[in-house]
């Protein structure tokens, strides 16, 4: 005779950490399948697509930490202004054809360069909230709605680097000089 499981812990089991292996920024959700009856996982992180056999091999890997910014190389062009948009114009030419849509995580210009003791402003053009803050913490606009506008002072030259505090991976530069 089988042993009943009250439901309160059968739902505490279903939901426990059964293995874990960390792969840096997951791009989208998990995906399931089935191959020969062999059920995998399968994710994509950055630019790798990673797929797991269910009761494989691998052993359990610790979560990576997120890379910062810094890490990440700044090219492409430097623009002059003091005012950046949330949610940016982006274009796509795929195979059916050159298309524009709203990229709600990206910031134009990405880059830029002002002079000491400019106020630099952000308008949120998204339907998101966005809060722009420095890497390093030292200030912040606070959160932005949809269509509200935040600003900072950069009093001293150097190179900023600031965040979105809700989409992290949404990043950009400001020289100041």
């Not at 990576?64 to 274009?91: M, N, Y």
Request: negative net charge; glycine residues 10%.
């Amino acid at each position: 005779m089988e042993e009943a499981i009250p439901i309160r812990t059968a739902e505490r089991r279903a939901r426990q950490l059964l293995w874990h292996f960390g792969v840096g920024s997951a791009g989208g959700p998990p995906a399931s399948f089935e191959i020969d009856g062999e059920q995998y996982v399968a994710t994509v992180a950055g630019s790798n697509v990673w797929a797991f056999k269910l009761h494989g091999a691998l052993p359990q890997a610790p979560a990576a930490s997120a890379p910062s910014a810094r890490d990440q190389p700044f090219v492409g062009p430097i623009a002059t202004t003091a005012q950046i948009e949330t949610a940016s114009l982006a274009k796509d030419r795929g195979f059916t054809g050159t298309h524009y849509f709203t990229d709600e995580y990206a910031f134009a210009p990405y880059r830029t360069r002002v002079p000491a003791g400019t106020q630099v402003m952000w308008r949120n053009n998204g339907r998101m909230v966005h809060t722009i803050v420095a890497e390093d913490g030292s200030w912040s606009t606070g959160p932005l709605n949809e269509g509200d506008v935040g600003a900072t002072t950069f009093t001293k030259p150097g190179t900023y680097i600031y965040i979105c505090k809700e989409h992290p991976w949404a990043y950009g530069e400001i020289i100041v000089e």
